[in-house]
């Protein structure tokens, strides 16, 4: 977990800037640099993928959707996480963010990089020569079976993940 810094109350980040739920584009009411004029959207992506941007002048980098989720709510997010519902980290429209705890965050995460089997939590084990379905909730990982057919370990672990995360799941 990332400890984040209390953001400016709600009443600085409204006079600083403006947010459209609808686009998810935040823009900035004072112009500080001559490279970010008033009006522009703001925000740089990191090296995660999500939006940052300065408050104030000399401030510290701050995640766009933390900022937006205080000037919405009012509520700094402290130590919960803000969710990108569609897994698009730049993607701030109000209806695609959610407060979540982390546990809930990472069952919204979609399949590894690395995954061959082109199915999260689908992997084919050269051993046992069988396809191995694997699930992970609450902080374990749950073995979901061995199949020796592929689409029936996707079946059974599709089912098992929705049991599990709710709507929380995400087979990507």
């Known amino acids: 977990m990332i400890a984040h810094k209390p953001l400016p109350c709600r ?8 947010y459209c739920p609808e686009t998810g584009v935040l823009r900035r009411n004072k112009q500080f640099r001559k490279s970010s004029p008033t009006g522009t959207p703001l925000g740089v992506k990191n090296t995660g993928g999500h939006l940052q941007t300065r408050v104030g002048s000399n401030g510290p980098l701050r995640l766009v959707h933390r900022v937006i989720w205080k000037m919405m709510t009012g509520e700094d997010p402290s130590d919960m996480e803000i969710d990108h519902i569609n897994n698009t980290r730049d993607d701030n429209r109000w209806d695609n963010l959610r407060l979540v705890i982390t546990m809930e965050n990472a069952q919204n995460k979609v399949k ?5 089997s082109g199915h999260k939590g689908v992997f084919w084990h050269k051993t046992q020569k069988c396809w191995h379905a694997y699930v992970s909730a609450a902080g374990k990982r749950h073995h979901v079976g061995c199949f020796q057919d592929k689409e029936a370990a996707v079946e059974a672990i599709r089912a098992c993940r929705e049991k599990l995360h709710g709507e929380f799941t995400n087979h990507g």
């Open 112 to 116: 590894a990089v690395i995954n061959k």
């Open 11 to 18: 009443e600085d980040l409204l006079e600083l800037f403006t």
